[in-house]
């Protein structure tokens, strides 16, 4: 159990277009979602927590008119990123928290969006 | 602040025995987990401890010291399969996880 898949997997769009990337609970039902960033040789950066039914808390520095999610169901969290730059080119992570499931506060990832923008 | 530290890169040979430690200072803990990233996967769970002492699990264990904000992972019978990054993450008092930058284990034949 506990699975939690991604949307598409990679992607090439060109600078100034928008992204959608999808991130599914395929096997339970996640309140919680977390979207991460990762740079190639760098460790998981974490953009924003997505709460199901309210508005995402965002860490610091990341904006969140940029990065848009939305978290309307149980199973489904969005991440979009609008007007994408170069710069934007990364590897997008989400994973889910399963509190009846696993060590307490576990995270179970999806297999992340390869995004290169162009 | 919060801070995780871990060696950067560690080499090993096939069937040895290797220690990946991480040091941390965090507002706060509520565990601590070890994750292991394959190069373009995502990270998959290993271990997590919130006790002190040692956790085993097959070929891989967790140790943990609370006082000293001290913890290792030890991976026994290398294979050329385990080379991989080994990231460790602190759960805060927030629930939150904060990451260290990852050690990349290398495994040579």
């Known amino acids: 159990g506990a699975v939690v898949s991604q949307h598409p997997s990679w992607v090439i769009c060109k600078s100034g277009t928008s992204v959608k990337i999808e991130c599914r609970s395929l096997?339970?039902?996640?309140?919680?979602m977390f979207w991460y960033r990762q740079f190639p040789k760098q460790s998981l950066m974490l953009m924003a927590t997505?709460?199901?039914?309210?508005?995402?808390?965002?860490e610091q520095g990341v904006e969140k008119d940029k990065f848009l999610i939305n978290h309307a169901s149980l199973t489904l969290s969005t991440l979009t990123v609008t007007s994408a730059h170069p710069e934007d080119s990364s590897f997008y992570i989400c994973?889910?928290?399963?509190?009846?499931?696993?060590?307490?506060?576990?995270?179970?990832f999806g297999p992340g969006t390869r995004l290169t923008v162009t | 602040g919060q801070n995780i530290d871990q060696p950067t890169e560690m080499t090993a040979t096939e069937g040895a025995i290797v220690q990946i430690n991480c040091t941390y200072q965090?507002?706060?803990?509520?565990?601590l987990f070890w994750y292991q990233q394959h190069a373009g996967e995502a990270p998959t769970f290993l271990s997590y401890?919130?006790l002190d002492g040692l956790e085993e699990k097959g070929r891989f264990s967790s140790f943990l010291s609370r006082s000293k904000g001290y913890s290792y992972l030890l991976l026994k019978e290398l294979q050329m399969k385990d080379s991989a990054s080994y990231l460790c993450?602190?759960?805060?008092?927030?629930?939150?996880?904060?990451w260290g930058a990852g050690t990349k284990l290398i495994i040579k034949p």
């Open positions: 997505s709460n199901e039914g309210s508005k995402a808390t965002y």
């Open positions: 401890n919130v």
């Open positions: 994973s889910a928290r399963v509190p009846s499931q696993g060590a307490p506060y576990e995270q179970y």
């Open positions: 965090t507002s706060g803990f509520n565990g």
């Open positions: 993450a602190v759960s805060d008092s927030n629930y939150q996880l904060i």
């Open positions: 096997d339970f039902q996640a309140t919680t």
